[in-house]
């Protein structure tokens, strides 16, 4: 039949008694006294419940879920393979990391499956791109956007690639803040160029 334990019970306002769970570690050398009892568990009369070290959920074979207070980290494996996992951890200042490790390679993909929209907010006005810490691609969001990157950049589109000025200005510059090309889209455009200007084609120029 069905076990039940009981906390003690309040009358009106007052609070009912907390279930306690204790366990008694092995000490560090032989005794002839009991060792000391230490709380493990609480479930308080609120139905709240507060686990005094690691927690361990498992599935009969492995550990799939783990808290690890000591590092503030929350863990999930791969319940075919426990070399397979994520974890989730607070640092300080409340910076958020989280990690996916794949145990034997590096298929470990991280997915964001939306059933709507992505949205992105960085107070610091920044979101990084990296490469295995390296950072590649910058994206400034002050009041100006802007996007810097590390190394050479393509642009690849398997239809059209459309660039829209409200300004009517597309300005190119050298890297050193020279501008050399404006593209000037009034409605007679412009084309002004900074110093010498040559156009060399290897066949037909129209």
Do not use: C, W
């Given at each position: 039949?069905?076990?039940?334990?009981?906390?003690?019970?309040?009358?009106?306002?007052?609070?009912?008694?907390?279930?306690?769970?204790?366990?008694?570690?092995?000490?560090?050398s032989?005794?002839?006294?009991?060792?000391?009892?230490?709380?493990?568990?609480t479930?308080?009369?609120?139905?709240?419940?507060t686990?005094?070290?690691?927690?361990?959920?498992?599935?009969?074979?492995n550990?799939?879920?783990?808290?690890?207070?000591?590092?503030?980290?929350?863990?999930?494996?791969?319940?075919?393979?426990?070399?397979?996992?994520?974890?989730?951890?607070?640092?300080?200042?409340?910076?958020t990391?989280?990690?996916?490790?794949?145990?034997?390679?590096?298929?470990?993909?991280?997915?964001?499956?939306a059933?709507g929209?992505?949205?992105?907010?960085?107070?610091?006005?920044?979101?990084?791109?990296e490469?295995?810490?390296?950072?590649?691609?910058?994206?400034?969001?002050?009041?100006?956007?802007?996007?810097?990157?590390?190394g050479?950049?393509?642009?690849?589109?398997?239809?059209?690639?459309?660039?829209?000025?409200?300004?009517?200005?597309?300005?190119?510059?050298?890297g050193?803040?020279?501008?050399?090309?404006?593209?000037?889209?009034?409605?007679?455009?412009?084309?002004?160029?900074?110093?010498a200007?040559s156009?060399?084609?290897?066949?037909?120029?129209?």
């Amino acid at each position: 039949g069905a076990l039940t334990f009981k906390g003690g019970q309040g009358k009106g306002t007052g609070a009912g008694g907390d279930i306690i769970f204790q366990t008694a570690n092995a000490a560090g050398s032989t005794a002839h006294s009991l060792n000391a009892l230490a709380t493990a568990l609480t479930i308080s009369d609120d139905l709240s419940s507060t686990f005094q070290g690691e927690v361990y959920i498992h599935d009969g074979s492995n550990n799939i879920f783990y808290l690890d207070p000591g590092l503030v980290r929350f863990y999930m494996y791969d319940d075919a393979d426990v070399a397979n996992y994520m974890y989730l951890q607070v640092l300080a200042n409340g910076v958020t990391k989280l990690k996916t490790i794949d145990g034997g390679g590096t298929a470990a993909d991280f997915y964001i499956d939306a059933d709507g929209d992505i949205y992105l907010d960085a107070i610091g006005e920044g979101v990084y791109f990296e490469d295995n810490g390296v950072t590649r691609m910058l994206f400034n969001l002050d009041a100006t956007p802007s996007i810097d990157i590390t190394g050479d950049f393509t642009v690849d589109g398997s239809g059209d690639i459309a660039l829209s000025a409200a300004g009517k200005d597309i300005t190119m510059d050298d890297g050193a803040g020279s501008t050399k090309f404006t593209f000037n889209l009034e409605t007679a455009p412009i084309l002004n160029v900074t110093g010498a200007f040559s156009i060399d084609g290897s066949s037909t120029i129209t």
